[in-house]
């Protein structure tokens, strides 16, 4: 019960904020005509639920704060009769008005009973029942395309602060080490979801103060790589009986730097090899990242300093050290096929998930909004990611055509489609707002 009425009072927020109001003229309890100019801003924070509303009751203009309850009497039971934080509300609506409602100062507040539209209650109803993805598919074909693109900034926007909140959190474990963080960040990335867990963790058990002593070997920095990653151990390599001469000179070499440094190698179990192309292998980016980083190109200075999404494309230029342009593993059997280098789609797919909103994350702790600008338009530069989830809302009226709104409509998905939270979400309301026989007329 207490749920529902919770919902039930949400929803009379709902209809507030976006001015779904009868037709006839709003009048107080009292019978006073009642003009809205504007519904204010919802307060996210405590005291009432909007302020800066402009109300004219009768002939009076009003500048305040709107309160919204489920009935009258909520008011006295959340104590705003002795709060003076409440002493500014102009309005106070319900759904029920079973009391007269006065502030600390003893003065009667008007009171508005808002009846929620009922196809407002049997949209919403529709879309929780639904089993089409996505449940708003009905609409969407009649909206603007303002309208569409407006909510999908906002949304690639509220993505790219979500990552930053995250790549905050890294930073901690990084001890607050920017270029720590870059180099996670970026590795993290490599793993591709599959081993983005295990390339996080691995990145993390490197030490740049302890690497950055070698950067200018590519054979040392790649016995740390493979070293802390665990893959030059005999234990991990077993079942492969014909190790190369290349793999024995590595674990030598790592062998020596472990104990000058006192590295602790990670679980090499962690890894997934399974239904995975040979150039996505974890030996082969790990490679990769290596000559990134053997020539400079993976650090945070020169990200900052690219100007172009041709500038990122070419710091991801990369190929592989020469051992591993005729292998795959470590097994000493030479295989030729394949391109080593980082393709295209996996430098926009790096560039979309990492470089992106580190550019972003260290914008915003920088206080420079044109390093977060310059972040989105990489976005707005890049061919959009092509997946189920992209493809379905594409099926339903909604095409990407940058990597922006592929990012926007992931958001959307995860954050508002899989929540269920139609309420919040822009297309939610404009299919909320319209009347069921409009619904089944566009249907049509």
Known sequence: MQQREQFMEYMLHYAWQHRMFPLSQLQTEHGEPIEVISVGRHNSDAGPDFVGAQLKIGD????????????????????????????????????????EVKTSKGLEIPQLKLEIPSYVQENYDAL??????????????????????????????ERLEQRTLQITERRKKCDLSWEQTAFVTIARNFGFGKNGDAFERWALSIPMSAISKHRDNLFQIEAIFFGQAGFLNDTFQHQHLQLSD????????????????????????????????????PYIRIAQLAMLYYSNRLNLSRLVEANTIDDLLDLLSISV??????????????????????????KDL???????????????????????????????????????????WSDAGIDCRSASESQAILQLTSRYCDAKDCLHCRFGYEYIKHTPSYLKEIEK
């Open 60 to 99: 009076v203009e009003w500048v305040g704060n709107v309160e919204i309850h489920l009935r009258s009497s909520d008011w006295y039971r959340h104590h705003h009769d002795v709060d003076a934080a409440y002493d500014n509300v102009i309005l106070h609506v319900v759904s029920e008005a079973d009391c």
């Open 128 to 157: 929780m029942q639904s089993d089409r993805y996505p449940r708003c598919r009905n609409s969407l074909v009649s909206l603007s395309r303002l309208t569409i693109t407006s909510w999908l900034s906002a949304l690639y926007v």
């Open 246 to 281: 290349y793999y024995h000179k590595l674990k030598a070499e790592y062998s020596y730097l472990s104990k000058k440094f006192n590295l602790q190698s990670i679980d090499p179990t962690l890894w997934r090899f399974m239904r995975m192309r040979p150039q996505s292998s």
């Open 321 to 346: 050290g020469d051992y591993w342009h005729h292998h795959y593993s470590f097994i000493d059997v030479e295989a030729t096929r394949g391109v080593k280098s980082i393709s295209n789609a996996t």
């Open 350 to 392: 790096i560039i979309i998930n990492s470089i992106v909103p580190l550019l972003f994350a260290y914008g915003k702790y920088k206080a420079d909004e044109s390093m977060c600008q310059r972040a989105i338009s990489f976005l707005e530069q890049t061919k959009p990611e092509r997946n189920s989830i992209i493809s379905m």
